[in-house]
């Protein structure tokens, strides 16, 4: 049950594109597609932006997209804006009903 | 509208026990897994437990297995996390998720503080 590895920390200027990873292995993320990415931002509850490595739930804007490629899985962010800084956390099932998720990304926008 | 309330938390001794709640309501509870995820202030999401629909599976991250214990009452809508042999580093905001699917937690409470420290 080791967290998956994200970067610590991402930067862009608004209406610029950021990716961030989500590295795990073959059995969470690349055994599964099971991923998902949930924005917190200060003193709140995490929310769910992506979801199944590639679904957007109703009334997520479609700058968020997903994808997996192996064991890394990916959140892309395009047209940042200034209400995207936030801090990033991917998940993934691990099998026999657990899950787990990664360190998280401090994104900010310059 | 869907809500989850967490309550329980508190200052606990090392060693202690502590039981967490989460009043669920706006939508039909018992249709429903749901999770316990933890995150020290400043820090990580760590997903702590999960309960299935009628109670009768849970599972544990190794950290707390053995000390911990979900259960949920379907009748009264509530999730519980029975927390024991307390030590420091379960000091965190505990959260309760809701489970759509594997790969989906799409409602969260706005979490509970558990402190522990002498």
């Known amino acids: 049950q080791s967290a998956l590895t994200q970067p610590a920390s991402v930067s862009g200027s608004p209406g610029q594109s950021i990716t961030i990873s989500c590295t795990g292995t073959?059995?969470?993320?690349?055994?599964?597609?099971?991923v998902s990415w949930y924005q917190q931002h200060p003193g709140k509850a995490p929310k769910v932006i992506i979801y199944?490595?590639?679904k957007r739930p109703s009334g997520v804007s479609n700058r968020f997209s997903g994808s997996k490629s192996g064991n890394t899985a990916s959140l892309t962010i395009s047209g940042l804006q200034a209400e995207d800084e936030a801090d990033y956390y991917c998940?993934?099932?691990?099998?026999?009903?657990?899950?787990?998720f990664g360190g998280g990304t401090k994104l900010t926008v310059l | 509208e869907v809500q989850l309330v967490e309550s329980g938390g508190g200052l606990v001794q090392p060693g202690g026990s502590l039981r967490l709640s989460c009043a669920a309501s706006g939508f039909t509870f018992s249709s429903y897994w749901m999770h316990w995820v933890r995150q020290v202030p400043g820090k990580g999401l760590v997903w702590v437990s999960r309960i299935n629909s009628d109670g009768s599976s849970a599972t544990y991250a190794d950290s707390v297995k053995g000390r911990f214990t979900i259960s949920r009452d379907n009748a009264k809508n509530t999730l519980h996390l029975q927390m024991n042999s307390l030590r420091a580093e379960d000091t965190a905001v505990y959260y309760c998720a809701r489970q759509y699917s594997y790969g989906l937690f799409d409602y969260w409470g706005q979490g509970t503080l558990v402190t522990v420290s002498s």
């Open positions: 073959s059995s969470d993320v690349g055994g599964y597609n099971y």
């Open positions: 199944d490595v590639t």
């Open positions: 998940s993934s099932y691990a099998g026999s009903n657990t899950w787990v």
